[in-house]
């Protein structure tokens, strides 16, 4: 199914601020065995940024795939997501709700703004790679996603 | 009081018109002794009792009073305190029209408590206790009635009020340091504990076995912590995210607590009993988690033998009481106590797993529906739980 990428990695953006989470999020990425390319914002501003295009991110590719933290600083994950949804070419992305929150309402919120997917990040590593690893299998291997 | 007044002031009138029977002179002149004694007695009574006792009219003002109540109130004396008005006594207005109503509706008003003030301004906490007194055609004669002084069981009570109410904003703000503490924990301790993991996922016998045993101690270390900090919130969340409680079929409760066991009853081929069960007023979730823990414990602490647990339940006292007995390891009377404090265990880690807070939880799930739980158990005799709930 992913023959028709071969020889092109896999784009990734990771949505989140936590400069540890994010190292661990690129450290399983790199076990991986699917060739992709993580890159990673601090802030919801920088996500729509890098998803626009727009100033230093003129080149960024676009993802095949977003992560997205639900509480980030300047701009919070609930309304990247929301703006994401909103705009006609970039929707057709799959969001991937990546957060500690197990809030009920922010499952719900979450799905309300079209999330592709909510999911609750464990807090043990074995877990977690488990859980990274099912986001591979499932988006990036099993999906037919739109070409880019 | 007044009949006796009356009585006397007949007899003066008769003694005075010089009209007596002469007949019945030595027999009236007994009576009339019978009627002084009789009189004395009462008022030396009156006069004696540490009691404040006092006799006002219907419109309030007072007709007598004895030393006790003249002391009470600081009143140089007798004289002086009957001129006083209800003004002077009462502080509250409100409270003498409340007493006013309730003796004209009732004709007793029973420890009616309220401030009254004193000869020199101070204000007294007072219990009344009084009744109206009729004439012989039915017509209010006087209210009469005894005061007692309770200022010092009223500032007993109203520091006992102040200290239970600091106690409970202090055990709220516990509540609440507890929930934020171990949920803002939680994040730094899962960078150390998935970095440790990540240590040892990448260099575990790459370094030297020093090396991977530290690193194993870290990551044991770091899980552990994990563990006692999402026990911690468990426990912090039965009052801070309880439901209300609703009529609850314990059946339905016990099924699914059973569901969630299911994996441990079969390792253990263990044996549960059921004896039907009530519908009571509870939080539903809690309620299972209850039996979930109780039932859990019983198949845990067993030394090689396949667990028998029985549930049932008996109604006493207007209270459902809840049994869950097991064939179990025991415990010793003189930890019946501890077993149910927070993270207190009777046993190593490596003898049976756990952080210890299920009984806690236990503890604190009963609580908070009005409820008792204890523990009948001797060593080596398996173990009966018992909670009461209303």
């Known amino acids: 199914m992913t023959s028709q990428r071969i020889g092109k990695p896999i784009e990734i953006l990771l949505v989140e601020d936590n400069p540890g989470d994010v190292r661990l999020t690129l450290e399983v990425f790199k076990e991986s065995k699917m060739h992709n390319n993580l890159s990673s914002v601090g802030d919801g501003v920088e996500a729509l940024a890098f998803l626009r295009r727009e100033g230093k991110y003129i080149q960024s590719p676009r993802p095949d795939l977003i992560l997205l933290d639900l509480n980030l600083p300047k701009k919070d994950g609930r309304e990247v997501l929301a703006e994401i949804k909103e705009d006609p070419d970039l929707r057709r992305i799959p969001v991937v709700v ?51 | 009081m007044q009949e ?73 004396d007798r004289e002086t305190f009957l001129k006083a008005g209800a003004a002077d006594v009462y502080v509250d207005p409100q ?30 906490w007072v219990k009344d206790s009084a009744r109206v007194v009729f004439d012989a055609n039915g017509s209010v004669l006087y209210y009469e009635g005894a005061l007692e002084d309770i200022t010092e069981r009223k500032g007993a009570e109203e520091a006992l009020k102040q200290t239970m109410a600091e106690l409970a904003r202090s055990n709220a703000e516990l509540e609440q340091f507890a929930y934020v503490a171990s949920h803002d924990l939680q994040e730094p301790l899962r960078m150390v504990a998935s970095y440790m993991q990540l240590l040892q996922r990448r260099y575990q016998g790459k370094l030297d076995a020093d090396a991977d045993e530290f690193i194993a101690y870290a990551v044991d270390g770091a899980k552990r912590m994990q563990a006692l900090i999402n026990d911690l919130l468990a426990y912090s969340r039965v009052s801070s995210r309880g439901k209300p409680f609703e009529p609850i079929d314990c059946e339905v409760v016990l099924d699914e607590a059973l569901a969630n066991l299911q994996m441990a009853i079969e390792e253990s081929d263990a044996v549960i009993i059921r004896d039907p069960l009530p519908t009571v007023m509870a939080d539903g979730t809690q309620l299972m988690q209850l039996f979930q823990n109780l039932i859990g414990n019983g198949i845990k602490f067993q030394n090689g033998r396949a667990p028998h647990v029985h549930v049932s339940t008996e109604r006493q006292a207007g209270e459902w009481v809840f049994s869950v007995c097991d064939n179990g390891i025991g415990i010793d009377p003189r930890y019946h106590e501890r077993v149910f404090a927070v993270f207190r265990r009777l046993h190593t880690r490596e003898e049976y797993p756990g952080t210890g807070i299920g009984l806690a939880i236990c503890k604190r799930i009963v609580e908070r529906h009005g409820g008792r739980i204890w523990v009948e158990s001797q060593s080596g005799e398996g173990s009966t739980f018992h909670f009461a709930i209303p």
């Open chain 1, 98 to 148: 990546l957060t500690t929150s197990q809030a009920e309402q922010d499952v719900l919120r979450s799905y309300n703004l079209h999330a592709n997917c909510y999911i609750s990040k464990p807090i043990d590593l074995e877990q977690f790679i488990t859980v990274v690893r099912s986001i591979e299998d499932f988006w990036l291997a099993i999906v037919k996603l739109p070409s880019r």
């Open chain 2, 4 to 76: 006796l007044a009356e009585m006397r002031q007949r007899l003066a009138e008769l003694e005075a018109s010089g009209a007596r029977p002469a007949p019945s002179g030595a027999l009236l002149d007994q009576a009339d002794d019978a009627v002084r004694e009789s009189v004395a007695r009462y008022r030396s009574m009156f006069d004696g009792v540490p009691v404040g006792l006092y006799q006002t009219s219907s419109e309030g003002q007072i007709l007598d009073a004895n030393p006790a109540l003249v002391k009470m109130l600081f009143y140089p």
């Open chain 2, 95 to 124: 409270s003498r029209e409340r007493w006013q109503a309730l003796m004209e509706r009732e004709g007793v008003v029973p420890d009616f408590e309220m401030q009254m003030r004193r000869f020199d301004d101070s204000v007294i």
